[in-house]
Structures are given as C-alpha cells and as structure tokens.
Nanobody, 123 residues
C-alpha cells in the first residue's frame, strides 16, 4: 500500500509558475516509477509527465514539454512537478500516481493515486 498526498496547487496568472509536491508514505518510495496526470471536468485523465525510480529518465506530454519539469527526492519520499510559463489551458486537477505495470502514458498502468490538487491559471 502506498499513500500519496499532493500539494502546491493554487491560482496563478498566465505566465506564472507553481511547484507541485507529491509526498508518499507506505512502501519504499524509490521502488516505483511515478507519474503526473491532470483532469478537467468531463474529460479523461491526461498524462503530463513521468519519472523512473532513480529520477534519471523523464518523459513529458507534448503540451507541457519545455515548460514543466518532473523530479523526485527519494530521501524525502517526494516527487515534484515544476510548472513554468503556465497557460489557461493548464487549468486542471493534478494527480500524482505510482506506476505499477505497463505503459507510462496511460492511467491504467498506475495503481495508487493521490487526491489531487487544483491548479487554476487565469488569463
């Protein structure tokens, strides 16, 4: 069992930055690759970024590439999503999750999810 708690969301103007955190407890954090997803009302959960166990390999959705950076601190059992140059279309609830099996790009590969944190970008 892994428990995840996201924080750091809020309201920001377009062009601004936010840093989301995902604190993990339970099983050994560094055993699992992690992912970040986002969701808006009426839409499916969308892949944002992923990071492997060591933090040495990351992947991003095209829509956030060069603006967002995913990282992790295994000593602190925490993953991060640094979001720069935010746009109104980045507005969503952001979730972190533990990847269990399968492709990093699909939410079905992830087993444990946080409760989500709201990010709102005003124009």
């Amino acid at each position: 069992q892994v428990q995840l708690v996201e924080s750091g969301g809020g309201l920001v103007q377009a062009g601004g930055s936010l840093r989301l955190s995902c604190a993990a407890s339970g099983r050994t954090f560094n055993s699992y690759p992690m992912g970040w997803f986002r969701q808006t009302p009426g839409k499916e959960r969308e892949f944002v970024a992923s990071i492997n166990r060591s933090g040495g390999t990351t992947n991003y959705a095209d829509s956030v590439k060069d603006r967002f950076t995913v990282s992790r601190d295994n000593a602190k059992n925490t993953a991060y999503l640094q979001m720069n140059s935010l746009k109104p279309e980045d507005t969503a609830v952001y979730y972190c999750a533990v990847r269990w099996v399968g492709s990093e790009w699909t939410s079905e590969s992830y087993k444990y999810w946080g409760q989500g944190t709201q990010v709102t970008v005003s124009s």
